[in-house]
């Protein structure tokens, strides 16, 4: 495979990848929406998998392995894995806490360079 023929598979995982991750942000929102918030739990772990070689890749990058975004993602899981159920507060706990996880997620798609806009409009990178 010569360098363009790499280049061009490269970009188009990134573009497969972006399209995945749009349609589990759709399903999040649209069961959030409905409270299906035991179902959220699963798409935002499809979510996470998805981005988990950028987070992996974040932590090299920067050189952090305590505290770095695994380490953060592990206790937001914790924290939601320690949830009961049998409380009374359960449903506004989790809520929140799957809150926090989406948005450490799509922090972690924005700093892959996977989402949001912080290249200006008329950069163009596929000349």
Do not use: H
Not at 29 to 44: D, H, M, S, T
Not at 65 to 93: F, H, R
């Amino acid at each position: 495979m010569d360098e363009k023929e790499k280049t061009i598979s490269v970009f188009n995982e990134g573009v497969a990848q972006i399209q995945r991750l749009d349609n589990i942000w759709k399903d999040l929102r649209k069961n959030r929406e409905a409270g299906n918030l035991e179902k959220c739990k699963w798409i935002l772990d499809s979510a996470e998998v998805e981005l988990s070689d950028d987070i992996y890749k974040q932590d090299d990058e920067n050189e952090e392995k305590e505290d770095g975004y695994q380490s953060k993602l592990k206790l937001i899981n914790a924290e939601i894995n320690k949830l009961k159920k049998s409380d009374g507060n359960y449903l506004s706990q989790l809520y929140t806490l799957l809150i926090k996880k989406e948005m450490f997620l799509r922090r972690m798609q924005r700093l892959a360079g996977k989402g949001g806009k912080d290249r200006p409009a008329d950069e163009d990178e596929m000349d």
